[in-house]
C-alpha cells in the first residue's frame, strides 16, 4: 500500500512541474510603446503588472530586446503584449507582438 502511495505522490509532483513549467514561460504582459532607440536596441515600455518579473505594480520601464528586428514591428503609441526575463544585463524583452 505504500508503494502505491509513493508511487501516486511521484506522479501528481510530476504532472504539477509539467503544467507549471509551460504557464510560467507564457507569462505575456500588456504595455504600450513610449520609445524606441533601434541603436542602443531599447525599447521603452508603459504596462501593467509583471508578475513573471516580480512587479506588482505598473510603471514603465526601459528594456534590452533579444533581436534588434523586433523594434521594426512596433511603433511608438502601439499597444503591445510581450514576454521578458531578467538577465544580469537588466530586463530583456524576448517576443513582443502588437495587441489585438
Same mark, same amino acid.
Given at each position: ?7 501516486? $505522490?511521484? @506522479? *501528481? @509532483?510530476? @504532472?504539477?512541474? *509539467?503544467?507549471?513549467?509551460?504557464? *510560467?514561460?507564457? $507569462? ?11 541603436? $542602443?536596441?531599447?525599447?521603452? @515600455? ?9 512587479? &506588482? ?11 534588434? $528586428?523586433?523594434?521594426?514591428?512596433? #511603433?511608438?503609441?502601439? #499597444?503591445?503584449?510581450? &514576454? *521578458? ?12 507582438? #502588437?495587441? #489585438?
Amino acid at each position: 500500500m505504500n508503494r502505491i502511495i509513493r508511487i501516486l $505522490a511521484a @506522479l *501528481a @509532483l510530476t @504532472l504539477s512541474i *509539467a503544467t507549471e513549467a509551460p504557464a *510560467a514561460g507564457a $507569462a505575456a504582459i500588456s504595455g504600450e510603446v513610449k520609445k524606441i532607440d533601434e541603436g $542602443a536596441g531599447k525599447i521603452t @515600455l508603459k504596462h501593467g503588472p509583471a508578475r513573471s518579473l516580480g512587479m &506588482e505594480d505598473p510603471m514603465t520601464m526601459v528594456y534590452r530586446v533579444k533581436d534588434p $528586428a523586433m523594434l521594426k514591428q512596433v #511603433k511608438v503609441g502601439d #499597444k503591445v503584449t510581450f &514576454e *521578458a526575463e531578467e538577465a544580469a544585463s537588466g530586463y530583456t524583452v524576448t517576443r513582443i507582438d #502588437k495587441a #489585438k
